[in-house]
């Protein structure tokens, strides 16, 4: 079995994986965890793929909730086999899988079910640390500064209702590849918004498709996040476009950035400064991918009007359908359109912007939908894959 822990979107981060690894049977699942059976990849290449996943392992062993004694002597044993012979360094971490109280009770136990880990493994004269933190679950920059995984491990314990999946994790998050994408490239707008590198990974993996050989479309680029995430997962033919010249001279540099900071191959780029609408007067050819954030209007402070949303959503909508319109036109016609749009907080509830109408109308399909929005955001995104 594999263990995946989730990102802070739990179902857009199982969704993600889903279109990657394809459907798997699922032992379980809750808001921190999902649990495949056994999944074929490469789980650091798998783990380098994905945007909202932060750790992925496999299921090492499965025992009573209570049978602590049990857990020592299987990680104890797990960590012993460390190669080499300088200090072994291990780490431990409580995860909720529908255990409800046993969860709580598990990581209070956290502590000294470590301190009895590292003594067993003493008695077998190893050289042994304990790494704690103050939370029951230990961050990937910890697990990465401490080099667990490549010495003695960080094991998890995936607590259920009547038992508990023991797991040992072998690859976490690459934070530092994350944040130079995110606060390290030359080139930015926070005024017009910006689009989290790991978001724009998780679309382009939502639109489930083999990417060898396809070209990718972003007519709405704005610093060029999708694309820098495209071309890092191999894809060679990137087309882009901004109705905001300053956008596509910031695009233009930030990939030839990208291309230098992780050694890449150069894509192959075609970049306009036009409206999406009005796109094919100046790219013709077809497209196997769209992805894209489209325009999310006026940047916003304090939630809306129930008049300024029906203002803010007829303006867009006015942008969107003809751009819409352009897409479908581009796309060939087994392709795959993943776009976000915004939704709003209006009073205390947030308002969908409803343009599932409008989708079909243009002919698109909607596949599936999810929804993006970080605690106190004014401005959340609604996210949906389409085909022809």
Not at 25 to 42: F, G, H, K, T, Y
Not at 98 to 105: L, N
Not at 121 to 138: F, G, M, N, Q, T
Not at 256 to 274: I, M, N, R
């Amino acid at each position: 079995m594999t263990f995946f822990i989730l990102g802070t979107h739990p179902e857009l981060s199982i969704a993600e994986i889903e279109a990657v690894v394809g459907k798997k049977p699922v032992i379980a699942q809750s808001a921190q965890v999902l649990v495949l059976d056994d999944v074929d990849e490469n789980l650091g290449e798998l783990q380098n793929r994905l945007g909202g996943t932060i750790k992925i392992g496999n299921i090492i062993g499965e025992l009573s909730s209570s049978d602590l004694d049990e857990a020592i002597e299987l990680i104890a044993a797990s960590v012993s086999q460390a190669a080499g012979k300088n200090k072994i360094s291990f780490g431990l971490s409580v995860y909720d899988l529908g255990g409800g109280s046993k969860t709580r009770q598990h990581e209070q136990e956290l502590h000294h079910l470590g301190k009895e880990i590292k003594n067993k493994v003493k008695e077998l004269e190893r050289p042994v640390r304990y790494v704690s933190s103050k939370e029951p679950r230990l961050s990937s920059v910890i697990v990465e500064q401490n080099g667990l995984l490549a010495s003695g491990g960080e094991y998890v314990f995936l607590i259920r209702e009547t038992d508990v999946l023991v797991g040992q994790t072998e690859s976490v998050q690459d934070f530092k590849s994350w944040s130079a994408r995110d606060y390290g490239r030359p080139a930015s707008d926070p005024k017009s918004g910006m689009l989290p590198p790991k978001l724009a990974r998780l679309m382009i993996n939502l639109a489930g498709v083999e990417l060898s050989g396809k070209t990718l479309l972003d007519p709405f680029c704005g610093s060029g996040t999708v694309l820098m995430e495209a071309a890092l997962m191999g894809l060679k033919k990137i087309v882009a476009s901004d109705i905001s010249e300053k956008a596509v001279e910031d695009t233009a540099q930030n990939l030839t950035w990208l291309v230098d900071e992780f050694k890449l191959e150069p894509p192959s780029l075609s970049l306009f400064t036009s409206p999406a609408q009005e796109l094919d007067q100046v790219f013709t050819k077809k497209v196997d991918l769209i992805v894209t954030e489209t325009y999310l209007g006026t940047p916003r402070t304090r939630p809306l009007s129930p008049q300024e949303f029906t203002e803010t959503r007829d303006e867009l909508i006015e942008i969107y359908e003809p751009s819409l319109e352009t897409l479908f036109g581009l796309l060939k016609e087994d392709g795959r359109v993943v776009i976000a749009i915004p939704a709003f907080t209006v009073g205390s509830e947030l308002a969908s912007m409803e343009l599932q109408g409008l989708f079909e109308h243009v002919g698109f399909t909607i596949e599936h939908e999810h929804l993006y929005k970080r605690p106190n955001q004014i401005v959340a995104r609604e996210i949906f894959v389409l085909k022809k």
